[in-house]
């Protein structure tokens, strides 16, 4: 069991952020403990130099790991952090690797959701799949999920565990929000038909999603889409836009919108949402409370079309 809402903490120790240093990065932490989350997505790539974020993850939930679920990723060139990798980076000999290596950072013995980042084209599935069973009955790793499939690779996943008798994925996790519903078309079923908790990741669409941003208007100072004029010069404005009135007319906010709707939907576990302030933390772990209406779901698929097969 999971918060509705999780923590992506691929902004500890990103350099411009208040979670940078450790001192930060143990307040954003422990604010997302206060507010109810348990749930704390990184990587072992993330953060500068690569492995940083696991180990200020790691550093902050000293005294209270019985508190938190960690899930992290293997499977990105980590180049040379975790040794050597011969770009076979879903092999049974680097996952082992990898693994210690990320249970190092994080200081813990285990760790509860431990995830194939990106698929290794180079490794046969049966071999990673064997590995992660391996990982989970030596105890290092309580669960096993990927992220990042498309809806046959799922399927090839599910298949492959039963017919070897191996560990199955317990999650996928997927790019998913009110303005990239893709993955309803092939993901979300395939997740469902396989009994797999789906965890949406980009929430927000990259803040588009927040409110702060407007059509023609300069991005605040210092925001995440700040400097990056093409993506919103190419955002959809018109559904945006939409949105905001219909969250204005609920009485909510933009962020209680997005982040409600999609931990209102069946397939989903937890809504991966970054931050970097402790308000923002409050704010998207209180979202999960509001719950659409049959009405407001109508309302919401007329502005943001949802994808059939």
Same mark, same amino acid.
Request: proline share 6%.
């Given at each position: 069991?999971?918060?509705?809402? *999780? ?11 208040? @979670?940078?240093? !450790? ?6 932490? #422990? ?5 109810? &989350? ?11 130099? =690569? ?13 209270? +790991? ?13 180049? *040379? ?10 092999? =049974? ?13 994080? #200081? ?7 995830? !194939? ?13 064997? %590995? !992660?069973?391996?990982?989970?009955? /030596? ?9 990042? !499939? ?6 090839? &996943?599910?298949?492959? $565990? ?11 996790? %997927?790019?998913?929000?009110?303005? /990239?519903?893709? &993955? ?70 933009? $962020? ?6 999609? @931990? ?10 970054? %931050? ?5 933390? +409050? ?7 509001? =719950?659409?209406?049959?009405? /407001? ?13």
């Amino acid at each position: 069991m999971v918060s509705a809402v *999780g923590l992506g903490c691929n902004n500890l120790g990103r350099p411009g952020t208040a @979670a940078e240093s !450790l001192a930060g990065s143990r307040d954003l932490v #422990g604010s997302a403990l206060d507010a109810g &989350v348990s749930m704390f997505d990184v990587a072992d790539v993330y953060g500068a130099p =690569r492995g940083r974020s696991e180990e200020l993850l790691g550093q902050a939930l000293a005294g209270r +790991r019985d508190r938190a679920v960690i899930a992290t990723k293997f499977g990105l060139d980590m180049q *040379g952090s975790n040794g050597p990798d011969f770009g076979a980076r879903g092999s =049974r000999r680097y996952l082992r690797l990898a693994a210690e290596a990320s249970l190092r950072r994080l #200081g813990t013995d285990w760790i509860d959701l431990y995830q !194939l980042h990106r698929p290794d084209p180079g490794t046969p599935l049966v071999e990673t799949l064997s %590995a !992660l069973d391996d990982l989970v009955r /030596d105890g290092l790793v309580r669960y096993a999920g990927v992220c990042n !499939l498309a809806a046959w690779q799922i399927a090839d &996943v599910a298949w492959t $565990t039963r017919t070897e008798k191996v560990e199955p994925m317990v999650s996928v996790q %997927a790019h998913y929000s009110l303005l /990239d519903r893709e &993955v309803e078309r092939e993901v979300l079923p395939a997740a469902a038909r396989f009994s797999m908790s789906v965890l949406p990741y980009f929430p927000l669409a990259n803040g588009l999603l927040t409110g702060k941003y407007a059509r023609a208007a300069a991005p605040p100072e210092g925001s995440r889409l700040a400097g990056r004029q093409r993506m919103l010069a190419d955002a959809p404005w018109d559904r945006i836009e939409k949105l905001r009135a219909l969250a204005d007319e609920r009485g909510i906010s933009m $962020t209680t919108l997005a982040i409600g709707w999609l @931990a209102a939907q069946p397939a989903v576990g937890s809504v991966i949402a970054g %931050a970097t302030t402790a308000d923002q933390i +409050r704010e998207n772990a209180k979202a999960a409370a509001w =719950r659409p209406t049959a009405e /407001d779901l109508v309302a919401i698929d007329e502005i943001c079309p949802p994808r059939r097969r």
